[in-house]
């Protein structure tokens, strides 16, 4: 019969955490025998740093507006206008596309006009159906 044998092995976090304990129950013990100015210069080391740790209050770089929500120089430029204006940017991107391709259609009749005008043959040609046929068969050979 075979016997099999588990090790498991601690996770990385529980051995922080033991860790973390050890050292927390040795510096308890080791602060109650500490003189009484040792104490007091800790403890006013320790004031500065979480003084030092807090935020600071920044000025704002806009005004704030009545009815307008929140800081108007945070949250609500970047998550309110940003997307509206790359929303206008697209449609004036497609409007100047459209506005591209309907002067392109214009200047391309304009070429068909002006080569009717300047040409020999009178418009009723064009308009005969055989005369497309015509100009068919005299492309082909």
């Known amino acids: 019969m075979k016997s099999t044998v588990r090790t498991t092995f601690p996770s990385a ?14 510096l308890e013990a080791s602060c109650t025998e500490l003189p009484t100015d040792i104490v007091f ?10 003084a030092a740790a807090t935020p ?21 430029l970047r998550d309110g206008l940003a997307p509206t204006v790359g929303i206008l940017m697209l449609a004036l991107i497609a409007a100047l596309a459209s506005q591209q391709s309907q002067d392109e259609r214009f ?6 006009d002006s080569a009717l005008l300047t040409d020999d043959l009178p418009i009723d040609a064009y308009l ?14």
Not at 56 to 76: M, V
Not at 107 to 112: A, F, G, K
Not at 128 to 141: E, H, I, P, V, Y
């Open 56 to 76: 600071r209050r920044r000025l704002a770089w806009l005004p704030r507006l009545a009815g307008l929500p929140g800081n108007l120089g945070g949250g609500w």
């Open 107 to 112: 200047n391309e009749s304009l070429d068909i």
């Open 13 to 26: 976090a529980t051995d922080e955490a033991a860790i973390g304990q050890r050292a927390h129950a040795a």
């Open 41 to 50: 210069r800790l403890r006013q080391a320790r004031e500065r740093a979480l």
């Open 128 to 141: 005969d159906r055989g005369f497309g046929a015509w100009l068919d068969s005299q492309g082909r050979s």
